[in-house]
């Protein structure tokens, strides 16, 4: 049932893609370069739109869903909402801030940890949400790395929940990577996070018991891969400037490798090797140390 679904994801994101492209093109929901940005076309914002219908689509109608699944497509929502509306027309980033902590705080309620975990997984889950959006900046690697998170959990979790989000993903990627004929914008990106994150904080939650905080943190930093430990740096690389830490730039990992001239594919193949070691060390932590 898991592959059946998997295939219908990955048949969604192939086939609902280039009607995104078409909408975002009709409604001018374009990216243009410029500043940062160094892509070389105005290009449609419209991948992450299929990623939410195709997400909602399969939490309807499977059957074999998760517990958690509902309190993460209803978080998802939201979230991707007010990327896309901040896709439109830019909002403050405090008020975006603000709906990703009260969706983490949202996921995670049902959970019967004590609060300091509680604290820490919110804390994270608003953190990815927020990191995965800031790796979305060269074509295909928050596809990937979110590809890459899926199947590593699949593989030490609930498949009926990460198989089919694998087959959803790996269908709008063949739309986003070699050359990029839609971008995810910041719903898509900001959508990933939020459901990597809470799905990943579902599955190893039984394991945090009677794990104390300091070990807690390392393994939500090491399964959270490169796009948490890639923010981090860069923001204390900001704040030791006396920048403040969301001063925009382009100091993330992928940056400076394009920057001394990787090829694209290479930069994307290093960044998703280095993120699934990442995250293997964290479930090797969390197994070590129960």
């Known amino acids: 049932m898991a592959l059946f679904s998997a295939i219908l994801n990955f048949l969604w994101?192939?086939?609902?893609?280039?009607?995104?492209?078409?909408?975002?093109?009709?409604?001018?929901?374009?990216?243009?370069?410029?500043?940062?940005?160094?892509?070389?076309?105005?290009?449609?914002?419209g991948a992450g739109i299929v990623l939410w219908t195709g997400y909602l689509l399969w939490a309807l109608v499977n059957p074999n869903t998760g517990v958690e699944v509902p309190y993460v497509a209803t978080g998802a929502t939201l979230v991707f909402l007010v990327g896309y509306m901040d896709d439109m027309h830019s909002l403050p980033p405090l008020r975006r801030l603000a709906v990703?902590?009260?969706m983490a705080a949202w996921v995670?309620?049902?959970?019967?940890?004590?609060?300091y975990q509680r604290a820490l997984l919110l804390l994270w889950i608003a953190g990815c949400t927020n990191a995965y959006n800031f790796v979305d900046g060269m074509d295909g690697l928050a596809l990937s790395i979110s590809f890459a998170t899926s199947f590593l959990a699949y593989r030490g979790g609930n498949p009926y929940t990460w198989l089919p989000f694998c087959g959803l993903i790996a269908g709008v990627l063949l739309w986003n990577f070699p050359r990029a004929r839609t971008f995810?914008?910041?719903?898509?990106?900001?959508?990933?996070g939020y459901v990597c994150s809470s799905h990943l904080a579902?599955?190893?939650?039984?394991?945090?018991?009677?794990?104390?905080?300091?070990?807690?943190?390392?393994?939500?930093?090491?399964?959270?891969?490169?796009?948490?430990?890639?923010?981090?740096?860069?923001?204390?690389?900001?704040?030791?400037?006396?920048?403040?830490?969301?001063?925009?730039?382009?100091?993330h990992a992928h940056h400076l490798?394009?920057?001394?001239h990787l090829l694209k594919w290479q930069v994307l193949c290093l960044l998703v090797a280095v993120h699934?070691?990442?995250?293997?060390?964290?479930?090797?932590?969390?197994?070590?140390?129960?």
């Open 184 to 192: 995810l914008g910041d719903g898509g990106a900001t959508l990933l």
């Open 13 to 45: 994101g192939l086939i609902a893609t280039p009607v995104s492209i078409r909408l975002s093109q009709t409604f001018r929901l374009m990216d243009v370069p410029g500043g940062r940005k160094k892509h070389g076309a105005v290009t449609p914002r």
């Open 257 to 260: 490798l394009l920057d001394i």
């Open 276 to 290: 699934a070691a990442l995250v293997r060390a964290g479930y090797y932590v969390l197994s070590y140390c129960q």
């Open 108 to 115: 995670i309620k049902p959970l019967p940890v004590p609060m």
């Open 202 to 251: 579902w599955d190893v939650y039984p394991r945090f018991f009677g794990m104390n905080a300091a070990v807690m943190v390392i393994v939500l930093l090491l399964i959270g891969g490169v796009p948490v430990v890639d923010t981090i740096a860069v923001m204390m690389r900001r704040m030791l400037k006396g920048q403040s830490p969301f001063h925009p730039d382009r100091r």
């Open 100 to 102: 990703h902590i009260l």
